[in-house]
């Protein structure tokens, strides 16, 4: 019976961590760019798209499938860093297990 209540305990202290890493990790930020920096995004922790910034140089109104792809590559390499951002983090809270349905 102490084990269980060990692990109970040790569950709950793994749980109280993981709220705070997720609480900070929604205020961290990654920046990705595309087309050698024209288009830049930004993400936080959540995997939200926080702010896009485009150059005027690379809009061309002849153009736009170019710019839509610039976006495009930008805001899957951002979300994409995020996301790596968030499973490093967590991973040190559960020392490399893998909880279905954590962040």
Partial sequence: MANINQLMKQAQQMQSKMA??????????????????????????????LEINIDKE??????????????K?????????????VSKAMSKITGGLNIPGMF
């Fill in 20 to 49: 705070t890493a997720q609480k900070e990790l929604e205020a961290r930020e990654v920046e990705a760019s595309s087309g050698g920096g024209m288009v830049k995004v930004r993400v936080n922790g959540k995997q939200e798209l």
């Fill in 58 to 71: 690379c809009v061309d109104p002849n153009d736009v499938e170019m710019l839509e792809e610039l976006v």
């Fill in 73 to 85: 590559t930008a805001i899957n390499q951002a979300v994409n860093e995020s996301q790596e951002m």
